[in-house]
């Protein structure tokens, strides 16, 4: 049972056309302290974590928004809300119960929050909270999503958008690919301007890393950003080798799932029927990048293709009344026909789409592929204007003999009646955004179902059961087919796939049989993966079939997508995420929004006060506005995390002086050192040394153009020069001592007043004669002065000097407490030195050696093919590198790098 004493909150799905353009007033009084966003993919199957830390910095209770986009792909499958230490944890619910706690909420006058669509692909989460003077809540959201293969890449979305520069500001994503990565790139807003200096990718074999660290002053210069903060979307598109043709097959804990992209058939020719409305609501910029649009795919198609050309409003106009080879001179003459295209009259889509059919059955050709592809922008107004009659006749004239295809421009479109039409005949519905890009989209779709490879696949799993879906009309080259099931029998030792497909006109078939108990399949902290990738797939693969089913089917479906939905806790439209908040009587419900299905808006959201005596009333406030920095430049200002103050004689220097107040009473921001000899007693870790000896540490080289990195071992213990850059007078050093991993102490020096100085147990910071010092262990600490920026976390302390950006890890290994240092950011076109200044490593692999041989400046260096643990990234992956001397890795002695003191 829920707290009686609790509020309820329901937030509404919305659809919008686009976020609301309204003005946000500026306050002050709203800090998000820390936004961090962590996304895990595991063989296609992403699960996205966003965490957002904000302080009510008034002296009276006030109403914080969380508010972030997410992809519309996406199930939300966990909310948390974190205040006062109580946790307050989101449940999926029926919709049907959900909206009953919804309408008591609204009777009552209370708020309610919402999700709703922004844009083409993503919708936006928002809630609300209120939140005590001076305290502090911590909104958590995670979301789930299958990567789709689109023109060979799969493509990871994420959106940032605090709307403020965030002193805490981190994003993580890990890709692991059992097959190995072949490719990797990040492109997106948060990909330009100075941001791009701010994100680190490494590469290894099986795994990737992409990371954003960036400064607050970074987070105002990118192509969409501002004064109020990142604003855009990073995108981070891979593929996976594809070394066997068969696909790869993945068995964890009872479930498996097959990802099918063969590369090594021939393409098919095609024919393909263009079936474009030219109605009089196409007038203008629609018409126009329409004509753009297939001009360019017409200039595309391969001569062994074979197409035809179908206009129509209330009249059906066609080209040539059968289909043409693709060669140069009918090109011609079609590109001729298109640039004449003017918009006029009403919309017959029966009698069009009907023509389109009735041309490709006319012209059948043995080993090519049939596709047809309709574009309107509106609901049909002339001839058969039932819709269920149209979708009816379309059917019975395809006879599943080749897909339609939809494309629905603009939002004045019956987008319903286009999916639910394709979906009966094959095809999917793509919406084209009226935008200035629109040629572009009609393009880009048409380049994904430009090369057929494969018709009539089937794929066949005994010894498995509930299946997704496993019979497809045609594959085409840059995409996959996923299918995902349950094994019957958890015992056997092996398991077997079978796929069955035409190419060219001749039966084809793979078949592949693998071992259930490979261990090297999935990382144990992702066994359960793959059981949500079944439950993904399949509750999306249900929902889609809901438009095109009838009669009992239709409720056995829908109720199995609604069990999986609850089971899972994903977000979907048949379910509801009920969230409880410590207020009386308020209920939110997160809905999952519709494509194309504009919904009233719900209540806004209520700004409601909770003074106290004496205190004035100020509006609400928003976390996308300014607040006062935790630790800023000004260390007297309150807020802070500490003042500095001028005392009497007995005190010759300024000491920092601790204080709490109610916003952040729970938490230790610094000690006091005084700088006298009677420096309060340190807390010490004890260590228990019964780890194996140590001998080196290895370091990680990246390598420019490849994707195996290079490594190389220094002997301990050694003191060495880890980073410097003597035009900014920036210096890191580092200390290791005998039989132990990483360093146990690393220091940093900046100017000639900035001194760092980092152990296994603090943290201590000298500017000038004024000292700090902080405790691994302590909850995330901020810490600001002119030139550089310091953030305690529980495990990692992220520095930045100038423009050099450094984060130092503690990992506790084997009973041992060590630090290892990782660069995140250094000044381009800037030759750093140290250990980890070098950047421009390269190496050329020599075949046909007895023993692994590499060709580094043009000399021929001995290499072995060695594990290395990545220390660089808390997790601790182990990865693997071509280990060389030091000299071959870095082209210097090693003395040449050793300090007499740090």
């Not at 592929?369 to 149209?390: M, Q, R, V, Y």
């Not at 130092?808 to 041992?816: G, S």
């Not at 693997?880 to 030091?886: D, E, G, H, P, R």
Request: hydrophobic share 35%; glycine share 6%; aromatic share 8%.
């Amino acid at each position: 049972m829920m707290d009686q004493a609790a509020l309820r909150l329901i937030l509404l799905g919305v659809f919008l056309i686009s976020a609301s353009s309204d003005p946000v007033k500026k306050k002050q009084n709203v800090d998000i302290y820390s936004f961090y966003i962590n996304s895990m993919v595991t063989s296609r199957y992403a699960t996205t974590v966003i965490t957002s830390r904000v302080a009510n910095t008034l002296n009276e209770s006030q109403e914080i928004q969380f508010e972030v986009k997410i992809p519309k792909n996406a199930f939300i499958s966990k909310f948390r809300m974190t205040i006062e230490g109580k946790t307050y944890d989101g449940v999926v619910k029926e919709k049907e119960e959900a909206q009953q706690l919804y309408n008591q909420a609204v009777s009552r006058g209370q708020s309610a929050g919402q999700i709703k669509s922004v844009g083409r692909t993503l919708e936006d989460f928002k809630t609300s909270v209120t939140v005590a003077a001076f305290s502090k809540v911590t909104f958590e959201l995670t979301y789930e999503e299958l990567l789709k293969r689109r023109l060979g890449k799969y493509e990871l979305l994420i959106n940032a958008q605090p709307m403020q520069p965030v002193a805490d500001f981190k994003m993580d994503v890990h890709i692991q690919e059992k097959p190995g990565i072949s490719s990797l790139e990040v492109k997106g807003d948060l990909s330009t301007g100075d941001l791009a200096n701010a994100i680190k990718t490494t590469r290894a074999d099986k795994d990737a890393w992409v990371t954003l660290y960036p400064t607050q002053d970074q987070q105002t210069k990118c192509k969409s950003c501002g004064e109020n903060g990142l604003n855009g979307d990073l995108l981070v598109t891979y593929d996976v080798e594809r070394r066997n043709p068969k696909g790869e097959v993945m068995v964890s804990n009872g479930y498996f799932v097959h990802y099918f992209a063969p590369s090594d058939v021939p393409r098919i020719p095609k024919n393909v029927v263009f079936i474009i409305d030219r109605s009089g609501s196409m007038h203008g910029r629609k018409i126009e990048q329409t004509r753009l649009a297939l001009l360019r795919i017409l200039s595309d198609l391969d001569e062994d293709d074979h197409f035809g050309l179908i206009t129509f409003d209330s009249e059906v106009n066609l080209w040539k009344r059968e289909l043409l080879k693709a060669t140069e001179a009918n090109l011609k003459n079609a590109k001729s026909f298109v640039n004449e295209i003017t918009d006029r009259g009403a919309t017959d889509i029966n009698a069009a789409v009907l023509a389109g059919v009735d041309m490709i059955n006319r012209h059948p050709r043995e080993g090519t592929a049939s596709i047809l592809i309709l574009l309107t922008d509106g609901d049909p107004t002339s001839g058969e204007t039932n819709i269920e009659k149209i979708m009816a006749n379309v059917k019975k004239a395809i006879g599943t003999k080749f897909p339609l295809y939809c494309l629905g421009f603009g939002y004045d479109v019956n987008f319903d009646f286009l999916t639910k039409m394709s979906l009966e005949n094959g095809g999917v519905a793509r919406r084209i955004y009226e935008d200035s890009d629109a040629d572009l989209q009609l393009q880009g779709f048409y380049e994904e179902v430009a090369i057929p490879l494969l018709t009539d696949i089937q794929l066949k799993y005994p010894g498995g059961t509930n299946l997704t879906k496993t019979s497809f009309s045609l594959y085409f080259n840059g995409s996959e087919i996923v299918v995902s099931g349950q094994i019957t029998d958890n015992s056997v030792e092996s398991f077997t796939t079978e796929v069955i497909a035409v190419s060219k006109g001749n039966n084809v078939m793979y078949q592949d049989t693998i071992l259930t108990k490979d261990p090297s399949d999935v990382p144990p902290e992702n066994e359960d993966f793959m059981q949500r990738l079944w439950a993904y797939l399949t509750v999306k693969q249900l929902l889609e079939r809901q438009v095109i089913l009838k009669g009992q089917e239709t409720e056995d479906e829908k109720k199995e997508a609604l069990k999986l939905s609850l089971k899972y806790q994903f977000v979907t439209p048949l379910t509801s995420m009920v969230v409880t908040k410590p207020q009386e009587g308020d209920v939110e419900v997160a809905d999952k929004p519709k494509e194309g299905e504009a919904q009233p808006r719900p209540p806004g959201f209520s700004q409601q006060h909770h003074h106290s005596p004496g205190l004035s009333s100020a509006p609400a406030a928003h976390p996308g506005l300014r607040g006062s920095r935790y630790g800023g430049a000004n260390p007297g200002r309150r807020g802070g995390r500490y003042r500095l103050h001028s005392y009497p004689a007995a005190f010759p220097f300024p000491v920092a002086e601790e204080f709490h107040d109610l916003s952040y009473s729970n938490l230790l921001i610094s000690r006091v050192l005084d700088p006298r000899p009677t420096l309060p007693e340190m807390v010490r870790v004890p260590v228990t040394m019964s780890a194996p000896t140590v001998r080196s540490n290895r370091f990680l080289l990246p390598v420019v153009g490849q994707s195996k990195l290079l490594c190389f071992d220094v002997p301990v213990p050694h003191k060495l020069r880890l980073l410097q850059d003597s035009a900014s007078e920036f210096y890191m050093n580092g200390e290791s001592v005998t039989g132990q991993n990483g360093f146990h102490q690393i220091t940093f020096h900046y100017k000639t007043n900035h001194h760092l100085t980092i152990n296994t147990t603090s943290v201590r910071y000298h500017e000038g004669q004024n000292q700090v010092e902080f405790l691994w262990g302590q909850e995330l600490t901020q810490h600001n002065t002119e030139g550089v920026s310091l953030i305690l976390r529980s495990n990692e302390i992220d520095i930045t000097m100038g423009n050099i950006h450094v984060v130092i890890l503690l990992h506790k290994e084997k009973r041992e407490i060590f630090l290892w240092p990782a660069v995140q950011q250094q000044p381009k076109d800037v030759s750093l030195t140290g250990i980890l200044g070098k950047t421009d490593a390269s190496y050329e692999e020599i075949q046909g050696s007895q023993t692994p041989t590499l060709k580094i400046n043009d000399q021929e260096v001995s290499t072995s093919w060695e594990d290395v643990t990545d220390y660089r990234l808390s997790s601790k992956p182990v990865i693997k590198c071509w280990l060389v001397s030091f000299y071959a890795a870095m082209q210097r002695d090693i003395s040449d790098f050793t300090v007499t003191k740090l």
